[in-house]
């Protein structure tokens, strides 16, 4: 093959390449949000856009969006868009959905189809997810096939005063480093407590896991944000004596989050940062004398053990 050839050839089989991605591309009706990822403090008003890119002309549109009540409450809606002649949301507890159509013919390109506040409740990481058996988008009645959903995550955040904080991480990142996990947080000590060699490990400089409890030290008032997915499931291993835990991105009652070890520990211990003094909840007492009686995100804990065993739960 000369030259002009392989240089034809090879033109050729680029814009092959492109014609492919173009054309994938221009199939795809997206649904997204803006911002993708979002983060508030606990009561602190949070906007956010439910976009729908059109890469068709639509005239109608359905969409179903899942969340995490315990973390984060959508309070209020609106219909950010004049070109949808009926616009209607319903919420239904753990999911809202937002219909609305367009008498006029239909448009393409980016559209708005809410405006929702978000509201934290307490600390943790709520998936925003769009269900793909109610969310379509079509025009005058056909449903248009192509359709790509975005989810997106909502971090209430951890506000942490200062002193000692005891803490553990509810999401999943690439870096773990501590400087990247508790990046914008004034802290000037970070422990982990050894179970085996019962000392306390310096991690300033070091990694922060999740499944691992960590005392920080806050040099100023700080809020702590997260960037990572759900931790939703852990399996530790718990060495007679203390062990200083972190815990998922969920609540739980204590009986329940702990069934895997039932029987196997003394008692659960967590630190109020507040008061800087230890809560303490016992298996066995009456729970008048019990100071909590849940596990909670972004808290670590104590569990004192008669025995080894291993804690395995998930949300």
Known sequence: MNKTKRIAFGIGIVLAVLAVFTASAAADNVFYLV??????????????????????????FDARIYFDLDVVNITSWRNPESIWDWWDIGHHGTYIH????????????????????LKGNITGISSLHFDPEYTTCGFEGVQHSEITRIDGTFACNKSLPVGWNLVSRPD??????????????????????DASSHTFVDVSGGTM????????????????TYTGTPYTQMNVSLEPGLNMIGWLDCTKP????????????WYVAKWNATTQEYETYNPVAPPPFNDFDTLEPTTGYWISMKESGWLNVSC
């Open 98 to 117: 937002i219909g609305g159509m367009d008498f006029g013919g239909g448009s393409s390109g980016v559209l708005g189809l809410a405006n929702l506040t």
């Open 172 to 193: 999943i990142t690439a870096d773990n480093s501590t400087a990247s996990v508790l990046a914008g947080v004034y802290y000037d000590a970070v422990y982990r407590y």
């Open 209 to 224: 896991e999740p499944g691992v409890g960590y005392f920080v030290h806050i040099a100023a008032p700080s809020n702590w």
């Open 254 to 265: 204590i009986s329940e989050a702990l069934s895997s070890i039932e029987g196997k520990y």
């Open 35 to 60: 911002p993708q990822n979002s983060s508030g403090a606990s009561g602190e008003d949070i906007t956010v856009w439910v976009m729908l890119n059109a890469s068709d002309v639509t005239d109608a």
